[in-house]
């Protein structure tokens, strides 16, 4: 085992209350008629404060990577990542470009015109939507499966992982090759930071196209 085990239990209870406050934010939004991009941001900062209170109670944040003395670190070495991926990503674009391809279409987010919104945008969907996403399905999903293998643990976190964005992309390219790095980069350096600051740096590329091309 790479970290300490994740118990069914604790699996099972931060998915009720991820579904449940999906639910509640989706009834906000579409009976109560409330902005969806603050109510998204709030239901996001519940789910990340429960799921990581109920992942680390009575094992401490040590379960997930996150002691106290390893912050720095795991930073560090998230942005050596990022680097890395970024100069892969990038020559990869750059043959698949030269090969007439646009690669760039197929990455491409519509973002908000408004100054306003679009800060917002970045902030519940580049910086707290990446944190969240990390906290489950690397914190709680990976490290569970992990008793059955590294295999099982990164096909099926991964997964999971892309299966909720089926409903916004055709062909989930960027969250399949994401998710399959931050498992990779979680079980390398047993710490959850890594894998969110590549998530949230990653983000912030993948958004800021638009608005550089």
Not at 106 to 134: D, T, W, Y
Request: overall charge positive; hydrophobic content about 60%.
């Amino acid at each position: 085992m790479i970290r300490e085990t994740i118990p069914f239990r604790t699996v099972l209870l931060a998915t009720m209350v991820l579904l449940l406050v999906e639910l509640a934010a989706g009834v906000m939004v579409t009976v109560f008629g409330l902005a969806a991009l603050p109510v998204t941001g709030m239901a996001r900062l519940l789910e990340g404060g429960a799921i990581l209170a109920i992942a680390v109670r009575g094992r401490g944040p040590g379960c997930l990577g996150l002691q106290r003395d390893a912050l720095l670190t795991g930073m560090g070495r998230g942005l050596l990542w990022s680097f890395g991926f970024g100069l892969v990503a990038a020559l990869g674009l750059a043959v698949l470009t030269a090969a007439g391809w646009q690669p760039l279409r197929m990455i491409r987010v519509p973002l908000p015109e408004s100054g306003g919104r679009l800060a917002l945008f970045f902030i519940v969907a580049g910086l707290i939507g990446p944190l969240v996403e990390e906290i489950f399905f690397r914190g709680v999903i990976y490290t569970f499966l992990r008793r059955w293998g590294m295999a099982i643990a990164l096909i099926g976190s991964t997964a999971l992982f892309v299966l909720p964005h089926l409903p916004q992309v055709r062909l989930p390219l960027t969250q399949l090759a994401g998710g399959l790095l931050f498992g990779l980069a979680y079980e390398k350096e047993k710490n959850l930071l890594v894998p969110m600051v590549i998530h949230v740096l990653g983000n912030f590329a993948i958004f800021l196209l638009p608005l550089l091309t």
